[in-house]
C-alpha cells in the first residue's frame, strides 16, 4: 500500500524529469516531498509552479547540510545529470562526484531509503562523448556501492519542461525562418515521452521494485526529421525546414562553440545523433503497469498543454 506522507528526495530534481515527476507525484497526493538541485532559475520555476514542494538550492556534488535530507528519506530518486557543455569537469562533478556523495550519505543512514537510480540509454551506445563517460563512470558506481536498486536507463526524453532537446528545438524553429537539417536527417531515434517515464519511477516507489537493470526505451522509431517535423506541426512554426550538409552543419556548431560556453547543441551531440544506436525494446508497460503513449499524442500534450506547455527552464 503507497504511502502518500513519506519523504521523498529527488537530488537534480529540477531538471526535466524532476520537475515532471515532481509534478506528478503532487497530483497524486504525495505531501512530503524535497528536491536538491543547484541551479537557481530552475529551482524558482519549480516553486512557482509547484507551490507546497520543498526545495532547496544546494549543490549535490560536495557533501554539505543537506545531506540531513538523506538520514530520514523514505526514498530518493538520483536525477541529477549535467547533459550538454563543453567542459567534462563538469560532467565529472555533477554525474560522478555527486552520485558518490549520495550513495555514501545513504549507506550512513541507520535504516536507509530505497534508492532508484537514473541511469541512460547512453552507457550502451557507441558514441564516446563527454556525457556517455560521466555516465558510464556513474552507473558503475552505483552498480559497486552493493545497494540494491532499480537502474533504469531511458532513451532521448521529451515532455513537459524540455529545455535542451526538444523543447529547444520548438522555440529555436519559432524564431527562424530557416530549420536547418544535418545531412538527410535519416537518424532513427527512440523518444520517450517523460511522462511514462515518470509513472515508471512512481511505479518503482509504490511496489518497491528491487535491484535490477532495466532499459526503457521509447517503443517507437522515429526519424530526426520526422520529429522535427512533428515538431512544426504541433506549433504551427512557419519555419522552412532546409536540409544541409553534415559537415557544413557540424562547422556551424563548432563556430557556435567559440562564442557560448553552454551551447545547446554541441559537435559531440551531432555525433552522437548520427550514431545509429538501436536500444532494446523491453515490455516495460507489462513490467511496470505503465500504458505507453503514442508519440503524436505525446508531441501534443508536450507543446499545447494548458498548464505545462508554455513552462520553459534555463540552460
Known sequence: MKNLNEKIVLPGGAGLVGQNLAARLKDLGYTNIVVLDKHRANVEVLKRTQPGIRVECVDISTAGDWVREIEDAAVVVMLQAQIGGIDYDEFVRNNVESTGVILEAIKNCETPPYLVHISSSVVESVADDFYTRSKIAQEKLVLDSGIPCPILRPTLMFGWFDRKHLG??????????????????????????????????????????????????????????????????????????????????????????????????????????????????????????????????????TFNDPRYGSVVLEF
Open 168 to 301: 529547444w528545438l520548438s522555440r529555436f524553429m519559432k524564431k527562424v525562418p530557416v530549420f536547418p537539417i544535418p545531412g538527410n536527417g535519416r537518424y532513427m531515434r527512440q523518444p520517450l515521452y517523460v511522462g511514462d517515464f515518470c509513472n515508471v519511477i512512481i511505479s518503482c516507489i509504490e511496489h518497491r521494485l528491487g535491484g535490477g537493470i532495466y532499459n526503457i526505451s521509447g517503443h517507437e522509431k522515429v526519424d530526426y526529421v520526422d520529429i522535427i517535423r512533428e515538431i512544426k506541426r504541433v506549433t504551427r512554426a512557419p519555419a522552412r525546414i532546409l536540409h544541409i550538409p553534415y559537415s557544413l552543419f557540424y562547422s556551424l556548431l563548432w563556430t557556435w562553440a567559440l562564442f557560448d560556453k553552454n551551447p545547446p547543441f554541441t559537435t559531440q551531440q551531432l555525433a552522437a545523433l548520427s550514431a545509429k544506436d538501436e536500444f532494446e525494446v523491453i515490455d516495460w508497460p507489462g513490467i511496470f503497469g505503465v500504458p505507453c503513449t503514442p508519440f503524436k499524442k505525446a508531441i501534443d500534450e
